[in-house]
């Protein structure tokens, strides 16, 4: 089982990034993905979430400014970040909604500062 993020950096406030998440065809077919993120001295939160058929939902702090997506022909799930604030600054990991521990990878760090 292997996740790798990809297309995090250092963007301004106002900024937009997209974040990629490559899966192993065998748990990206079966599941419902998520996005989730890890702030400085915080714990790892969900950010955004998608099934199998492409319903989603976010928290409240990135609705209207995040958008998730999947493409299931290549095994990816994206996050399109935009407007983005410096407490949206973190690591940020994929794995299976709900997350299974096994599943985490290295993530991605998104950096907001001006």
């Known amino acids: 089982v292997q996740l790798v993020e990809s297309g995090g950096g250092l963007v301004q406030p106002g900024g937009s990034l997209r974040l990629s998440c490559a899966a192993s065809g065998t748990i990206f077919s079966a599941n419902a993905m998520g996005w989730y993120r890890q702030g400085p001295g915080k714990q790892r939160d969900l950010v955004a979430s998608?099934?199998?058929?492409?319903?989603?939902a976010y928290v409240n702090s990135v609705k209207g400014r995040f958008t998730i997506s999947r493409d299931n022909a290549k095994n990816t799930v994206y996050l399109q970040m935009s407007s983005l604030k410096p407490e949206d600054t973190a690591v940020y990991y994929c794995?299976?909604?709900?997350?299974?521990?096994?599943?985490w990878g290295q993530g991605t760090q998104v950096t907001v500062s001006s």
């Open positions: 794995n299976i909604f709900p997350p299974v521990d096994a599943y």
């Open positions: 998608i099934t199998r058929g492409g319903s989603t």
